[in-house]
């Protein structure tokens, strides 16, 4: 071979299979992990196996903080079922953060008028009618407009999240305990009217089983239901759909329904189930995070279990990290960062072959 | 299956045990929850004290930073009452309600919460509040301002100051009127505008709130938030500042002249030592200047008129003699009227109802029928320009 | 004899895709200086693979390639660029809001100077006879204007090899000859040209020497005065083909769609088809002619309920219609489920096949599932008919596909055209309407669909063909609606009628004024 014969070049697969991927997204976290220790070696001089055995100490360490952590995955991952209709439909709704805080408004709203005025199981039942119809109805807002006027709707689900922050705040102080505190503490904390039950002295586990629950009913209505396979129609293309005989703006509505309604059953599993209290910052970003899960796991609900979990454990053992080696919170995130780029990264692979030249060989 | 769960359990232990082992110096352990971090005035004060008094004494500590007014702090408190703490303690108002449902649940751990306003009700002989008389160190820090006041008035600047608080409620109100109080002892005409930023950290909103009271023609501003942002304002604009939680030297080197703060040490101190005895412990814990918890920082002399020092020296003793109360009802008026009956709300209950009488022998009984303030009352010449939170 | 001087020659090139593709195996192929070479070869053959490869897109696995009798290595296409060989690919890569000498100096060192650029660009356009103003903007431009200017733009940057891919599937008649004359000019310049192309009437106009490509596989070359239709054709495609379409004569043939007085507007309010009436009969193959964009789309969208209608009537006679009692149904106003629902069987093959008629993404199965997701009761869909039937359909029309779940836009054009017609014949339709139904297929599977059609009109079905290719219309269809600027500009016999005829009512506005 003569003068310059490339070392490498770059090709876009044709096809991938579902495991090649996911052996191509193992590596890229195991790479991830390396490259994050030897950051944390440069920087701290800390020794990265007892960083990262931190980070699982932090997930995973007592039975607590498991249990914790499984919740968290079930409200990062019940979140992002929720916008996963809606993004399987190329919605993009990015209102999410929005939907479960008006859904957090709603459960603590009828659990601070109501508490002690109704039985408490007739309460829950009120709170999550309320949760469900809030987040509903910031679904429903931006969709109706986009069915009818064709707006832009990642723009408007995202205002929609700063209405709903506002009115979270608003009635933070109108109900705040004691006055002028900015804080609502904990909601019926003696007569714990309104308190999702607990099952088995496990707090968490009625939520967790909720969304598991969900799981397979998401899973499920988007693979072989009929909506489902609307769903799919109108994402492709709306021309393909009307062809079909499918009623574009109806499944567009339909579809932003459904994903509110689940953004605010999360809100009132947080609520009502969780943490008992309302703050503006309850959903934590997390309406935004779920759908970094949703793309990642490619919108397979059985998938973003799997991607969930990755960042519930990153994020809980970041914290954890931060604390045990008095790192600022900061060094969690950088680390946290570093993971994500790899694996967003990692995309790339899964989408182009890199060839190297000279071996002749496939390199993933 | 079962064998990849057992090794995953034997994984999730060995790597605990590796989390565990490290370097325990002392089987006496304690919690802290912050819910800042470092970053922030009032919480770096509360890491402070707390490592100083877990050095001091020789115990083993963890600081939690950054856990927020939620089931977090809940979670957290649990965890360390699980990693054998035997004291938690939490710094900020809205960790309270979370502090006590962790409680409930491990009775035989001791949670300390300063600034709460429910132990001596909760009924809970594991749960305490603490706080200090900060309202003595706030008029100490007003003696300083109302002398820089006075220099700034012979200027021809008006007799007018500026205060940033967080929200309205009893805590920093009482921050402020003593503060107002100290100043006006030594300007007695000055009149103070106040406006809240609706949290406890908030750096934009606290630099614009400084900016808004500058530009409202105030000769001098304090604050009662935990950013830097007052100060930063004030410096930037070369206006007198009169910090809390600690000196704010380093950012307003120019324009910082003293600051306030709770000393916690002392607190910590008595705790550890008490449940280390096996001591019972008062549900409400008032520090005082007395305890040493109630502390002024260095005195900025660049900044501060001359003879400053001297004047907070005198008012100082007379404070600790008690021939000087801060809210002497001589010295002030509420609606026009002399206060000489006041039902504070002490006891919390979801009514608010003010139940307690505050006012006798001529003052208003700050932190003594609990830790916590409970002055909530707008003086004359306060002018609060907002109160929406 | 004179010796033959090689502007490129690949040697035993091979490239694979993955393990299981292979879409060139030791292919060789020589282009001689000057000349025009036409590579021809049916979809899926490897022609624009093997192009790509020269352009620096794909880097071969095996074999070497020389230009100008230098071996050489293309690894970006720059290097192509470097060694003087321009592709110009069938989707354009311009910046929209640019203007033409922009987006030719675009990504080209040096200094920036529009102004002379644009005078170079002049100079290259009246040498070869261009016909664009540098200083336009390319979304202010036809088609055939954005290919001119990504041919002066390889020459811009001195290319003196020329590939051009498919170049005139975008292009009018008119243009193309305009093309063919503008390639001429280059060649009498000394630059050396490739054209991909399947339509063998062009390989015969414009080319000196056509190499053909069969599954991957170099099948020869053959001078092209020595060749024509049918022998390219036997070698494109292996075996002897029948250029002939068989055309029986009407079965029964009875009114199945009316059309009356339809007028339809677009968005913006421009008057789309204006009056158009005539008959679709059962048993017969109706065809639609027209100048591009003379109503055809909106025509067909509109009798299949996509398309808005102001004024007019479609109607609709049952098969088993029997003239008296029964009144025919008015599909005006109805959507394509409300059509269904009224028992009209219709099935349309609309022209924008994987944006309208197949969603891209799903397999053949998913794709069946279009027609009939509602058919079955209850919240779940059944793949179990869908999948029976893309089963049939894969075997029956030979689509060329892994299984029934491949991602159909991943399949060659052709077999997604099988999908699609397969599908829409599978409903047993009393309608079958088909828009540019043979639009970028090769000759075989052209003809397969043409029979397909036929096959449909002899069972009795109403079969409406929009097609561009006038020598077709007239071969397949029965009668042919000329429609000209959204009007009925003439019905004729298919059978009687010829070329000119056509030609000349496709640009004949009512109210007798002839266009241009």
């Known amino acids: ?364 | 299956m079962k064998k990849i769960l057992a090794m995953v359990l034997a994984l999730v232990m060995a790597l605990a045990l590796v989390a565990c082992g490290g370097g325990n110096k002392s089987d006496f352990k304690v919690g802290f929850i912050t819910l800042h971090d470092e970053n922030s005035t009032y919480d770096l004060n509360f890491i402070n004290a707390a490592k100083a008094a877990c050095e001091k004494l020789g115990v083993d500590y963890v600081i939690k930073t950054n856990i927020g007014e939620d089931q977090s702090c809940y979670e957290t408190a649990c965890d360390m009452a699980d990693a054998g703490c035997k004291v938690v303690f939490a710094d900020s108002f809205g960790h309270e309600p979370y502090m006590i449902e962790a409680a409930k649940k491990y009775p035989d751990v001791q949670f300390c919460h300063s600034t709460g306003t429910r132990a001596h009700t909760e009924g809970l002989a594991n749960y305490h509040n603490a706080f200090a008389s900060i309202y003595e160190g706030r008029y100490l820090a007003g003696v300083a301002a109302g002398m820089k006041l006075q220099q700034l008035v012979a200027e021809g600047k008006p007799a007018k100051i500026g205060y940033v608080g967080a929200f309205t409620y009893a805590e920093v109100v009482s921050g402020y009127t003593s503060f107002f109080l100290g100043v006006r002892s030594i300007v007695p005409e000055v009149t103070m505008d106040v406006t809240f930023t609706g949290s406890w950290y908030n750096e934009a909103a606290e630099k614009e709130a400084a900016n808004k009271l500058i530009q409202g023609g105030c000769s001098l501003i304090s604050q009662h938030a935990d950013s830097f942002g007052a100060p930063t304002a004030c410096e930037t604009a070369g206006v007198p500042d009169v910090s809390y939680n600690g000196s704010t030297k380093d950012v307003a080197p120019n324009t910082y002249i003293i600051s306030s703060r709770i000393n916690w040490e002392p607190y910590y101190e008595y705790v550890i030592k008490a449940v280390q005895k096996g001591e019972k412990m008062d549900p409400d814990w008032t520090g005082t200047i007395a305890t040493g918890s109630v502390e002024l920082t260095e005195l900025n002399t660049d900044v501060a008129a001359p003879g400053t020092q001297e004047a907070i020296d005198k008012a100082m003793a007379e404070l600790k003699a008690g021939t000087l109360h801060v809210f002497d009802t001589s010295k002030f008026t509420v609606e026009g009227k002399a206060l000489d009956s006041y039902k504070a709300d002490v006891d919390s209950d979801e009514a608010y109802e003010h139940e307690t009488e505050v006012v006798s022998d001529g003052y208003f009984h700050e932190s003594e029928f609990r830790s916590a303030p409970y002055f909530d009352l707008t003086i004359d010449g306060i002018t609060l320009l907002d109160t929406a939170f | 004899m004179e010796v033959v001087k090689n502007a490129v020659r690949m040697e035993n090139i091979t490239k694979r895709f993955g393990t299981k593709v292979v879409a060139n195996n030791a292919v060789n192929l020589e282009l001689h200086e000057g000349e025009i070479l036409s590579l021809l070869g049916e979809n899926g053959s490897g022609k624009t693979t093997l192009m790509n490869m020269l352009s620096g897109i794909y880097h071969p696995d095996e074999g070497q390639i020389y230009i100008h009798d230098k071996p050489v290595v293309i690894a970006s296409p720059k290097d192509a660029f470097d060694n003087g060989i321009g592709m110009i690919h069938q989707h354009f890569k311009l910046v929209d809001v640019f203007t033409a000498t922009e987006n030719i100096v675009l990504g080209l060192p040096g200094k920036l100077d529009l102004k002379k650029s644009a005078q170079k660009i002049r100079e290259i356009c009246e040498k070869y006879g261009f016909d664009i103003d540098p200083d336009q903007k390319i979304y202010n431009m036809s088609v055939s204007q954005k290919q001119t200017v990504e041919i002066v733009k390889v020459l811009y940057r001195g290319a003196d090899i020329l590939i051009l891919d498919e170049p005139t599937a975008v292009l009018t008649p008119q243009e193309t000859d305009k093309l063919f004359q503008i390639m001429r000019n280059m060649q009498k310049d000394g630059k050396s040209l490739i054209i991909i192309t399947h339509k063998l009437h062009e390989v015969l106009e414009v080319s000196d020497r056509v190499a053909i490509l069969r599954k991957g596989e170099y099948v020869g070359d053959v001078a092209t005065k020595d060749a024509d239709q049918q022998s390219l054709t036997d070698m494109m495609v292996g075996r002897r083909v029948s250029l002939n379409i068989n055309r029986p004569n009407p079965v029964d043939p009875k009114p199945r769609l009316v059309i009356e007085h339809l007028t339809a507007y677009d968005e913006l309010g421009v008057k789309r088809l204006d009056d158009v009436s005539f008959t679709a009969n059962s048993g017969e193959v109706l065809g639609i002619a027209g100048v591009a964009g003379s109503g055809q789309r909106e025509l067909l969208e509109a009798v299949a309920g996509l398309y808005p209608v102001k004024e007019g009537k479609i109607l609709f006679y049952d098969p088993d219609y029997d003239g008296t009692d029964k009144l025919p149904k008015n599909l005006v106003g109805m959507d394509p489920m409300a059509i269904r629902k009224a028992g009209v069987a219709m099935s349309f093959v609309p022209e924008d096949r994987l944006g309208m008629g197949l969603v891209g993404t799903m397999g053949m199965t998913g794709n069946m599932l279009l027609r009939s997701w509602r058919k079955t009761k209850g919240l779940f869909v059944s793949r179990k008919e869908p999948e029976a039937m893309a089963k049939r359909i894969w075997e029956e029309l030979e689509v060329v596909t892994p299984s029934t779940n491949f991602p159909v836009r991943r399949m060659s054009g052709g077999n997604v055209q099988k999908v699609l017609v397969g599908r829409e014949i599978a409903q047993e339709p009393a309608v079958l309407m088909t828009a540019y139904a043979v639009r970028g297929l090769d000759i075989n599977t052209s003809y397969t669909i043409y029979n397909l059609l036929t096959e449909q009109k002899l069972k009795g079905r109403a079969v409406i063909y929009v097609g561009e290719d006038l020598d077709v219309l007239l071969e397949l269809c029965d009668r042919i609606v000329v429609l000209c600027g959204g009007q009925v500009s003439g019905v004729v016999d298919a059978r009687t009628t010829d070329k000119r005829e056509v030609g000349r009512l496709m640009t004949l506005h009512k109210g007798g004024a002839e266009n241009e």
């Not at chain 1, 079922?81 to 439909?89: E, G, H």
Request: proline letters at 2%; hydrophobic letters at 50%; aromatic letters at 12%.
């Open chain 1, 1 to 364: 071979m003569n003068k310059k014969e490339p070392l490498l070049y770059i090709s876009k697969r044709e096809s991938i299979t579902w495991q090649k991927s996911w052996m191509i997204r193992g590596i890229a976290i195991l790479l991830a992990l390396v490259f994050c220790g030897i950051i944390t070696m440069l920087l701290t001089g800390l020794n990265p196996i007892e960083v990262f055995s931190t980070i699982f100490y932090g997930a995973f360490g007592t039975m607590r903080k498991s249990w914790v952590t499984a919740q968290k995955l079930a409200i990062l991952l019940g979140i992002s079922l929720a916008i996963t209709p809606a993004f399987k439909m190329r919605f993009w709704n990015i209102g999410a953060e929005g939907q479960v805080l008006i859904g957090c408004l709603a459960c603590a709203a009828c659990m601070i008028t109501l508490g002690g005025k109704v039985p408490s199981a007739l309460l829950v039942l009120i709170s999550l009618a309320a949760s469900l119809a809030a987040g509903a109805l910031w679904g429903f807002l931006p969709a109706i407009f986009k069915a009818h006027w064709e707006t832009n709707e990642t723009l408007f689900t995202l205002m929609m999240n700063y209405i709903a922050m506002q009115l979270a705040a608003y009635f933070i102080i109108v109900w705040e305990v004691p006055k002028g505190s900015g804080n609502i503490g904990i909601i019926n904390q003696n007569s714990q009217a309104g308190w999702l039950p607990v099952l088995g002295g496990q707090q968490y586990l009625l939520t967790i089983l909720l969304i598991a629950v969900l799981t397979g009913f998401m899973y499920v209505y988007l693979t072989y239901s009929k909506h489902g396979y609307e769903i799919s129609v109108v994402g492709e293309s709306h021309r393909t759909a009307s062809y079909a005989g499918i009623k574009v703006g109806r499944v567009i509505v339909r579809t932003m329904v459904l994903s509110g309604a689940i953004c605010g059953l999360v809100g009132f599993l947080l609520v009502s189930g969780n943490d008992h209290t309302l703050t503006t910052t309850l959903v934590d970003g997390r309406g935004f995070t779920a759908v970094m899960v949703s793309w990642l796991a490619k919108f397979n609900p059985i998938g973003m279990i799997f991607t969930s979990l990755l960042l519930v454990v990153l994020e809980r053992g970041a914290t954890e990290i931060s604390s045990v080696f008095s790192l600022n919170h900061s060094f969690a995130d950088i680390l946290t960062g570093i993971i994500l780029f790899f694996i967003i990264g990692s995309d790339f692979f899964t989408n182009y072959q890199v060839h190297f030249r000279k071996a002749k060989k496939e390199v993933e």
